[in-house]
């Protein structure tokens, strides 16, 4: 099991950039599948962006391709996501969430999540 923290949410106005941060605990956070999902108000949980333990693969939902960009340091126990041109349909909670499976799009796939940062993008 390992535990996730995420940080750096906030207000954005539309075509700015933000940063999150997912803080890990554990030794093993190497080993862990890394995802970021979103929900927006009255919306389901959704997939957003994935990396492998090793960070040698990256996974992406099509409405973020090319304005995220999802990265590791296993050094820091954290994985952060980029997100560029930010737009308003972007405003949602983020969580952060771990596997010791495969890359995955599903919620069901990921044992462990962080509490969410708001995210929040004015027109």
């Known amino acids: 099991q390992v535990q996730l923290v995420e940080s750096g949410g906030g207000l954005a106005q539309a075509g700015g950039s933000l940063r999150l941060s997912c803080a890990a605990s554990g030794r093993t956070f190497g080993s862990y599948t890394l995802a970021w999902f979103r929900q927006a108000p009255g919306k389901e949980r959704e997939f957003v962006s994935a990396i492998t333990g090793n960070g040698g693969s990256t996974f992406y939902a099509g409405s973020v391709k090319g304005r995220f960009t999802i990265s590791r340091d296993n050094a820091k126990n954290t994985a952060y996501l980029q997100m560029n041109s930010l737009k308003p349909e972007d405003t949602a909670v983020y969580y952060c969430?771990?596997?010791?499976?495969?890359?995955?799009?599903?919620?069901?796939?990921?044992?462990?999540w962080g509490q969410g940062t708001q995210v929040t993008v004015s027109s």
């Open positions: 969430a771990a596997s010791l499976r495969s890359s995955s799009v599903y919620t069901r796939n990921y044992e462990d």
